[in-house]
C-alpha cells in the first residue's frame, strides 16, 4: 500500500513540475522571431554550407588532434556546445564546470568539447569572440548569421566541421550552453561495449508522432509551407543528443538533398536521419527539462538536464564533486533502465528546445 501511495505521490510532482514547466515556457511564446523563412526562401543548405570550401571563420583544426601521450590512441568523444555570440557568461560557465575535468578523472574516452557559435555583423562583438577564442582556444565559429532561425544551418555546419576535421571521432554531443552535462555518466554509457560498438547510433530523448504547432506567436511555428504532414519523422530533443562518428558524413551529404527545415532536432535526427534509414533511439539518462536542482545524489546518475543557469551550473557541479556526497542509500527513479523505453508525446513539447536565449 505504502508503495502504491509513493508511486502516486512520485506521479503527481512529476504532473505538477511539468504543468509549471509548460506553463513557464508558453509564456515565452510572444516573443517568437518574426518567421523570416518565407515561401520564396530556397531551402536547399548546399547554398548555405558551401560544402566544397571550409567557411569556418575560426576554424580549431587542432581541436580533435591525437594525444601523443596516448599510444595507442584513445576512442574520441567530441562535445560541441551550440552557443549565440552573447552568452559568455553560459559558455564561461560551462568552462569553470563539466567541462573541466575531475580531480584525477580517468575515462576510456579521450573527450574534447567546444562551443560552435555563427557569425555576428556587429564588429566589436567579433573581436570579442576572438579574443575569448585566442585565451581559451575552445570555439569554432562557422561562417553564416548566428540567429534562432538558422539553428539547422548550425547543426548541418557543426556536421561539416566534424566530417572536415574531426573524422576519426567515435561520438559526438551535440547540446547547447543552458546544459548540464555529466562527462562521467555519459563516457561511462558510450563505453559499454553494445553502445561502443554501434556506428549507427542517435541518442537522446526521444519524441514520437509530435504535431507540428500552428501558432504563428510560438517560437516552435511551423507553417505548412515548411511542412505538411500530420506529424513530424520521431526524432531527439536538441538539448542533447549522441551521435556515431560513422553517421556525420552520412547525415551531411543527407542534409545537402533534404529540404531545410527550421527545426534542428526534428531536422537533423528526424527528417534527415530517416532519409538516411536511421531510428533514433531514446535513453532516460537524456531528460529535456530540468531535474530538480536540489537532488545532488540524481545530478551523479543522469547524462544530460536542461535549462540550467551559471550559478545553478556551479553549485551542482560542486555538490556532486562533493567527496562527502553519499548516494548509497538514496533511492533514486529508475533512470537509465533499458527495460524502461519511453516516447514522448506532443503533450510537453514546448519545453524540450533548448539554446533559444541569446539569439536574435
Ligand atoms: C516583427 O515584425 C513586426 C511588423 O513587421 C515588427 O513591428 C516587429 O518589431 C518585428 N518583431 C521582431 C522581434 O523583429
Ligand atoms: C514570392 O514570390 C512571388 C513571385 O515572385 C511573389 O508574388 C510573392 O509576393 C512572394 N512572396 C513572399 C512572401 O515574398
Ligand atoms: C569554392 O570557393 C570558390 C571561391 O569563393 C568558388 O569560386 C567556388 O565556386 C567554390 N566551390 C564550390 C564547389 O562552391
Ligand atoms: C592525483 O594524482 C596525483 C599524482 O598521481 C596524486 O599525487 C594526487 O594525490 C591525486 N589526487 C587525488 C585527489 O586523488
Ligand atoms: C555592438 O555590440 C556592442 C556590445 O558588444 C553594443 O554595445 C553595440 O551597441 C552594438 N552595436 C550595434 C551597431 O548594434
Ligand atoms: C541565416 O544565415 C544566412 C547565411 O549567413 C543569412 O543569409 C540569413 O540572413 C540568416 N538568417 C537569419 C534569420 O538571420
Given at each position: ?53 571550409t ?6 583544426e ?9 599510444d595507442?590512441?584513445?576512442?574520441i ?30 575515462t ?13 555583423v ?15 582556444g575552445?570555439i ?26 574531426c ?50 506567436g ?33 547525415l ?13 532536432d ?9 532519409q538516411?534509414?536511421i ?16 537532488n ?6 543522469i ?58
Amino acid at each position: 500500500m505504502m508503495k502504491y501511495m509513493r508511486h502516486f505521490f512520485l506521479l503527481c510532482g512529476f504532473v505538477c513540475i511539468s504543468i509549471l514547466i509548460t506553463y513557464n515556457y508558453s509564456t515565452q511564446t510572444r516573443e517568437a522571431p518574426n518567421f523570416t523563412w518565407s515561401v520564396n526562401s530556397s531551402r536547399d543548405l548546399a547554398i548555405y554550407v558551401d560544402p566544397e570550401n571550409t567557411t569556418a571563420v575560426i576554424t580549431n583544426e587542432n581541436l580533435c588532434a591525437p594525444n601523443p601521450a596516448d599510444d595507442p590512441p584513445k576512442p574520441i568523444l567530441l562535445i560541441i556546445v551550440c552557443s549565440a555570440v552573447g552568452n559568455t557568461k553560459a559558455r564561461e560557465a560551462i568552462r569553470e564546470t563539466w567541462m573541466s575535468l575531475e580531480p584525477n578523472r580517468t575515462t576510456p574516452f579521450d573527450v574534447r568539447t567546444a562551443f560552435l557559435l555563427g557569425q555576428t555583423v556587429n564588429d566589436s562583438r567579433q573581436n570579442d569572440v576572438l579574443m575569448e577564442s585566442n585565451l581559451h582556444g575552445d570555439i569554432i565559429q562557422e561562417g553564416f548569421i548566428d540567429a534562432y532561425l538558422n539553428l539547422t544551418l548550425k547543426s548541418v555546419m557543426m556536421l561539416k566541421w566534424v566530417k572536415t576535421f574531426c573524422p576519426q571521432v567515435t561520438f559526438v554531443l551535440k547540446t547547447d550552453d543552458d546544459m548540464f552535462i555529466n562527462v562521467r555518466t555519459l563516457t561511462e554509457y558510450l563505453s559499454q561495449s553494445h553502445v561502443l560498438q554501434r556506428k549507427d547510433l542517435i541518442v537522446g530523448s526521444l519524441f514520437c508522432r509530435v504535431s507540428p504547432i500552428k501558432d504563428a506567436g510560438s517560437k516552435w511555428y511551423s507553417p505548412l509551407f515548411m511542412y505538411n504532414a500530420k506529424v513530424y519523422p520521431d526524432y531527439v530533443s536538441g538539448t542533447g543528443y549522441v551521435i556515431s562518428g560513422p553517421l556525420v558524413p552520412i547525415l551531411f551529404e543527407g542534409a545537402l538533398h533534404v529540404p531545410l527545415f527550421h527545426l534542428e532536432d526534428v531536422y537533423t535526427t528526424g527528417m534527415v536521419a530517416k532519409q538516411a534509414n536511421i531510428i533514433p533511439e531514446n535513453s532516460n539518462l537524456f531528460s529535456f527539462i530540468k531535474h530538480p536542482t536540489a537532488n545532488s545524489c540524481l545530478y551523479r546518475k543522469i547524462i544530460t538536464s536542461h535549462g540550467l543557469n551559471p550559478s545553478e551550473l556551479k553549485s551542482i557541479w560542486s555538490r556532486i564533486n562533493d567527496p562527502h556526497l553519499d548516494c548509497t542509500s538514496v533511492r533514486l527513479p529508475k533512470i537509465g533502465d533499458p527495460k524502461f523505453k519511453k516516447c514522448h508525446k506532443a503533450a510537453r513539447l514546448t519545453v524540450h528546445r533548448g539554446g533559444r536565449r541569446g539569439y536574435g
